[in-house]
């Protein structure tokens, strides 16, 4: 399934040949070429190279993830009944590309995206310490024998989305399912989705989670309560002191096992998001608010862009790896409000969410 090892120094050339979509062949060899780099990015010290090919994996990932790109924002538009995604193909200079579906204006989402993207070629050495928890639960380093300024070759294929409704009683979702590759044989998956709600209605959350648990038991039991612990510690905003939402599921460097049952595992967490996430839609979007309720969730909204601005691991690897800057950021809500040192009055519903966000370990909605 992968090379072994060869050595590049400073003129060796890299040789790609798409089979299907932005997706690069898996040739004999995948050569990188020092001298095509930027100038700043040039060493001069050997490298050593294993060279992943698995293009068998790289291909089921994005056929699955085009599928479900389709089917997501069909079930979405259907939802909505008058917002349509327009799509917005792109491609990546330094190799790969993507296919960006956008919602504005609609009647239920204010905006909603779904982004694919396929990637491949060499990344910042800074960017691999981004794109995976190394070391959580593996003593393999991916970052060992590189230093500041070395490139590493890569390929990633991943679906991200974000949808910010309209109404404050209907809560923000995100997922991002994605499959990466570096060199030495070195291969995992990330991703999970989770949901932020303005206000707390414990139904909706019981539903969202028990649908996750139920997909995540169906490959193994263990999935859920590590994924789960995961979401609580990774979506949180720490010079806050309170979490994005109120979680879900979130992994990254899975590699445990054979990866087409990752794969599975993967392709049927991403399928699941519109059962999870749309009979919550359905029940509120409709529902009637106030001009104060829409202004806590523009503050929640503040927050969400905090987040994703100062720790979110895909924000910082994309524009780390020269992503592009449009599809990267369209998780950030059109509209957002930041007031000094607000405070939610005792006891109101806001105050009542609040405490979850400072305490989510008090609240488990999938049990």
Known sequence: MFMRSFLIATTMTMVVNPVSGFL???LPS????????APAAISTRMVAVDVPVNAEMRTKMEKMLRDAQAYICKSVEDCDGQGKFI???????DGGGGLTRVMSGGKVWEKAGVNLA?????MPFEALNAANDRLKFSNNDRAKGYAPGDRVPFFACGLSSVMHPRNPHCPTMHFNYRYFETEGGNWWFGGGQDITP????????KHFHSTLKNVCDKHDKDFHPKFKAWADEYYYIKHRGETRGLGGIFFDDLNDRAPEKIFEFCKDAVMSVPDAYLPIIEKHKNDAFTAEEK???QLRRGRYA??????????????KTGGRTESILMSLPETARWEYCHQPAAGSPEAIIMDVFKNPSKYNFAA
């Open 118 to 122: 396929v990637v491949h070629g060499t």
């Open 24 to 26: 690069p062949s898996s």
């Open 198 to 205: 303005s206000y707390l209605v414990e139904e909706d959350m």
């Open 295 to 297: 202004e806590w969730q």
């Open 306 to 319: 905090e987040f994703n601005l100062v720790y979110d691991r895909g924000t910082i690897f994309g524009l």
């Open 87 to 93: 799509e917005d193909p792109w491609a990546r200079e």
């Open 30 to 37: 995948f050569r990188v070429s020092r001298s095509n780099l």
